[in-house]
């Protein structure tokens, strides 16, 4: 893992199975080339080890401020779909980076919690304490991950 290939005009982003290739520029013409030099590195490094890429779960996603139309990259003879947003480590980035995916996704999930826990927590006659408890175990790691 840590001889894997780095290039300087480009960053590997690595937590257990997921991988983040990150290539910054003014221009989206200029850093697609690096993202694919990179790439290019990286499969030649993963045949020799034997390790195989998930094309099915490979995303490309410009990130700008500007609409600007990005080259496509390739990965093992595959272009990956070019995404609006993408997840990494459980937060969604989109395009323009803003939040709005990503708070979008953890309303609804803390919704979809709070209502399997509304009984314990309002119809309960447990103490405020153990409501508490259960709120911190339950529901705030949900909305405070990430920030």
């Known amino acids: 893992l840590y001889d894997q290939p780095t290039l300087p005009t480009s960053l590997i982003a690595d937590f257990a199975d997921d991988k983040a290739l990150i290539a910054t520029s003014h221009d989206p013409t200029v850093a697609s080339p690096l993202i694919q030099e990179h790439l290019s590195l990286l499969e030649k490094w993963y045949k020799e080890w034997g390790v195989k890429i998930n094309e099915s779960k490979s995303t490309h996603c410009t990130f700008a401020l500007r609409k600007r139309k990005c080259p496509p990259i390739t990965l093992n003879?595959?272009?990956?779909?070019?995404?609006?947003?993408?997840?990494?480590?459980?937060?969604?980035?989109?395009?323009n980076l803003t939040w709005s995916p990503?708070?979008?996704?953890?309303?609804?999930?803390?919704?979809?919690?709070?209502?399997?826990?509304r009984s314990l927590l309002t119809f309960s006659h447990m103490s405020l304490p153990t409501k508490?408890?259960?709120?911190?175990?339950?529901?705030?790691?949900?909305?405070?991950?990430?920030?």
């Open 132 to 147: 508490l408890l259960l709120y911190k175990l339950y529901l705030k790691p949900m909305w405070t991950y990430g920030i």
């Open 77 to 95: 003879k595959h272009t990956p779909p070019i995404a609006v947003s993408t997840r990494y480590l459980g937060i969604i980035i989109d395009q």
């Open 102 to 117: 990503h708070l979008r996704d953890k309303l609804l999930s803390l919704n979809n919690r709070f209502c399997l826990r």
